[in-house]
């Protein structure tokens, strides 16, 4: 079943920051998150496996909150290239499913 | 290194027509997989392969077969294209299910 990602899309300033939110109704093994940039294909950003933790990449960091079935995605003092549409996928033992999106726009 | 190689880049096809699409991967993955990207509908998986000679079906596979010959290449078909199979398709490959998806760059196709 696909995960639910909020919000569908956020703006921006330059140094604002985000959160992005990735639910789901099965039970999660693993959590993995994308970036993708228009017209080109998406970028791995970070796997959560379960168990609570917290993973970091530059100004981008994530939870995994194993018994409410959700992750977080933030993204902190944003730059010009976070811009994007952001995607977790929730993992079981052989494929993903994706969220479907949420764009990301930041501006100067 | 060229990762994921997928071809060609774009195609425009008339309905009914046959095609198919090819996935090569140099890093020696395990995993491959094919995904349909449509306007809001995020990464829909068509089908995957755990491994050589390997193939199981995702979330949309209606219209779509693929064969997994060789652990390097996997390839996707359509037998007789119809308009609603217009997307961007990706191809991914990756060690485990738990490992990061290396992505391709993708094949545009319309289906007149």
């Known amino acids: 079943q696909q995960p639910v990602q909020s919000p569908q899309a956020v703006i921006l300033r330059e140094g604002e920051d985000a959160v992005i939110n990735c639910s789901s109704s099965?039970?999660?093994?693993?959590v993995h998150w994308y970036r993708q940039k228009h017209g080109e294909a998406p970028v791995f950003l970070m796997i959560?496996?379960?168990?609570?933790e917290q993973k970091g990449h530059e100004k981008i960091s994530a939870s995994f909150n194993e018994k409410k079935q959700q992750s977080s995605l933030y993204l902190t003092a944003s730059q010009l290239s976070y811009s994007g549409t952001y995607f977790c996928?929730?993992?079981?033992?052989?494929?993903?499913?994706f969220g479907k999106g949420t764009k990301l726009t930041v501006n100067p | 290194n060229a990762g994921v190689t997928q071809t060609p880049k774009f195609r425009v096809l008339k309905t009914g027509q046959s095609m198919t699409l090819l996935c090569a991967q140099d890093m020696n993955h395990e995993y491959m997989y094919w995904y349909r990207q449509d306007p809001g509908m995020g990464l829909r998986l068509i089908h995957y392969s755990v491994g050589e000679g390997t193939t199981a079906k995702g979330e949309v596979p209606d219209g779509y077969n693929v064969s997994r010959l060789k652990k390097q290449n996997f390839l996707l078909g359509l037998e007789s294209a119809a308009p609603s199979q217009t997307s961007v398709y990706f191809c991914a490959s990756s060690w485990t299910a738990i490992q990061p998806q290396h992505f391709g760059d993708g094949t545009r196709l319309s289906i007149l």
């Open positions: 959560l496996l379960k168990g609570g």
């Open positions: 099965k039970a999660l093994y693993s």
């Open positions: 996928g929730t993992g079981g033992s052989e494929k993903l499913v």
